[in-house]
Nanobody, 125 residues
Framework: QVQLVESGGGLAQAGGSLRLSCAAS????????VGWFRQGGGKEREFVAA????????SGADSTKGRFTISRDNAKNTVNLEMSDLKPEDTAVFYC??????????????????WGQGTQVTVSS
C-alpha cells in the first residue's frame, strides 16, 4: 500500500504562486509514477501533470503549460507542483495520485491506484 498526503494548498491572489507537495509512504518511492489531478466546482477531475520514475515531467492541459511545474525529490519521497501566475479558474481541489504500473495512461484517473485526500486551492481575482 501507498499513502499519499498533499499539502500546500490555500488561498492565493490571481497572479500569485503556490507550491503543492505530495508526500508518499509505504513503498519505495522511486517505483512510483506520481500525478496531480484537480477538480473544480461542477467539473470533472482533470489531469494536471505527472512525473515519471526518471524525473521526466508530463504536462496536462494547455491552460497550465508554462505555469505549472512538477518535480520530485526521491530523497524526501515527495513530489512538488509549483504553480505560478495563478488564475481564478485554477480554483479546485488538487489530488495527488500514484501508480506502480508500467503500462497505463498518464492522463486517466484509472491509471493510478493510490490517491491522496486532496488539498483545496482557491485563487481570488
Amino acid at each position: 500500500q501507498v499513502q499519499l498526503v498533499e499539502s500546500g494548498g490555500g488561498l492565493a491572489q490571481a497572479g500569485g504562486s503556490l507550491r503543492l507537495s505530495c508526500a508518499a509512504s509505504g513503498r519505495a518511492f522511486d517505483t512510483l509514477v506520481v500525478g496531480w489531478f484537480r477538480q473544480g466546482g461542477g467539473k470533472e477531475r482533470e489531469f494536471v501533470a505527472a512525473i515519471k520514475r526518471s524525473g521526466t515531467g508530463i504536462s496536462g492541459a494547455d491552460s497550465t503549460k508554462g505555469r505549472f511545474t512538477i518535480s520530485r525529490d526521491n530523497a524526501k519521497n515527495t513530489v512538488n507542483l509549483e504553480m505560478s501566475d495563478l488564475k481564478p479558474e485554477d480554483t479546485a481541489v488538487f489530488y495527488c495520485a500514484a501508480t506502480q504500473k508500467y503500462l497505463f495512461t498518464y492522463i486517466r484517473e484509472s491509471g493510478y491506484e493510490y490517491w491522496g485526500q486532496g488539498t483545496q486551492v482557491t485563487v481570488s481575482s
